[in-house]
């Protein structure tokens, strides 16, 4: 009894001295009570005058005998109130002890340090039963009756487990009919490529302007023929390498000559924003309607039937 009585006086006298340091201080540190027991949080909060500047950070360094840094279990961002700076603290002590918290640097965005007042602290055991019969009994736990919604995440995970399954049968169904449906109406190179020539011209991407768009156009049609017709990787070469790949094909130097100039002009056009001459448009389709026309003639694939109708009137 002495000597809770002989702490408590303590307390009390060094409570006096640090309001009397508080009141030089330049950031005031606040606790709403100077006793805690160990192991409950301690809340303390800092206010600094905004006419002094605006807090940058803090430095720990002066509570680490007293308060080690990692014992510091939180604390908030600075924020405005009114006339100051506030943040708060929130900290742990395990040791019984009387503690006299060092004044705490505080650093500013203009450079310059300010100081909380120091704080006194009485940490005392936190209270336990001498005798485990002092305890209260242990309640039971109280269960609740089993309603359906207890497992409502078990039948919306089989749901969706099912609707899943579904989803991913109906994707491979639908694949397996796409490619057989490809299989029994694939279109002969030639006449896919003189449809896609016959579109291209219903675009008018030359009228309004899309040049580059209209030759990239253009040569993939080709490019894309030339790969299906004669087994080339056409459509990933460049001008120079797909030219080199024909040579080996059945290609009179007439049309070869004709498939250069063509696809060389069209590069121009896609990578030099080079356009070509008014007249050279008209001419383009119609080159690339009898390269179509007489390499898949020439060919003994038989796919090769040239289409009767043309395109480019």
């Known amino acids: 009894m002495k000597k809770e009585v002989a702490k408590a006086i303590a307390a009390k006298l060094l409570i006096l001295c640090c309001l009397a340091f508080q009141a030089q201080a330049q950031v005031e540190l606040r606790v709403d009570s100077n006793h805690v027991e160990t192991g409950n949080p301690f809340v303390l909060q800092l206010r600094i005058p905004a006419a002094l500047g605006i807090p940058d950070s803090l430095n720990f360094e002066a509570w680490d005998i007293m308060l080690p840094r990692q014992n510091v279990v939180s604390q908030t961002e600075w924020h405005k109130e009114g006339h100051f700076f506030s943040k708060t603290l929130t900290a742990l002590f395990f040791k019984e002890d009387s503690l006299q918290i060092q004044a705490l640097p505080i650093a500013l965005h203009n450079g310059d340090t300010v100081?909380?007042?120091?704080?006194?602290?009485?940490?005392?055991?936190?209270?336990?039963?001498e005798d485990l019969n002092d305890m209260a009994p242990i309640k039971d736990i109280h269960r609740e009756p089993s309603q359906w919604t207890d497992y409502l995440p078990w039948i919306l995970g089989v749901l969706l487990a099912l609707a899943l399954l579904a989803a991913v049968y109906w994707i491979a169904k639908r694949k397996k009919n796409a490619t057989m449906n490809s299989r029994s109406i694939e279109i002969p190179p030639q006449e896919l490529a003189l449809k896609k020539l016959s579109i291209l011209i219903q675009k008018e991407l030359i009228v309004n302007g899309f040049v580059k768009e209209h030759y990239a156009e253009l040569t993939f049609i080709l490019r894309e023929y030339l790969e299906k017709m004669f087994g080339?990787?056409?459509?990933?070469?460049?001008?120079?390498?797909?030219?080199?790949?024909?040579?080996?094909?059945?290609?009179?130097?007439?049309?070869?000559?004709q498939l250069q100039a063509l696809m060389e002009q069209a590069d121009l056009a896609k990578f030099a924003k080079?356009?070509?001459?008014?007249?050279?448009?008209?001419?383009?389709?119609?080159?690339?309607?009898?390269?179509?026309?007489?390499?898949?003639?020439?060919?003994?694939?038989?796919n090769t039937q040239s289409s009767a109708n043309p395109i480019i009137s």
């Open 115 to 129: 100081y909380s007042n120091p704080l006194f602290i009485l940490v005392t055991a936190t209270p336990a039963p």
């Open 232 to 257: 080339i990787p056409a459509l990933e070469s460049t001008t120079e390498e797909t030219l080199g790949y024909l040579k080996k094909q059945n290609i009179s130097d007439s049309l070869s000559k």
């Open 274 to 302: 080079i356009i070509p001459a008014e007249s050279f448009h008209a001419a383009a389709l119609e080159m690339s309607r009898k390269i179509i026309l007489e390499t898949s003639a020439e060919t003994d694939s038989p």
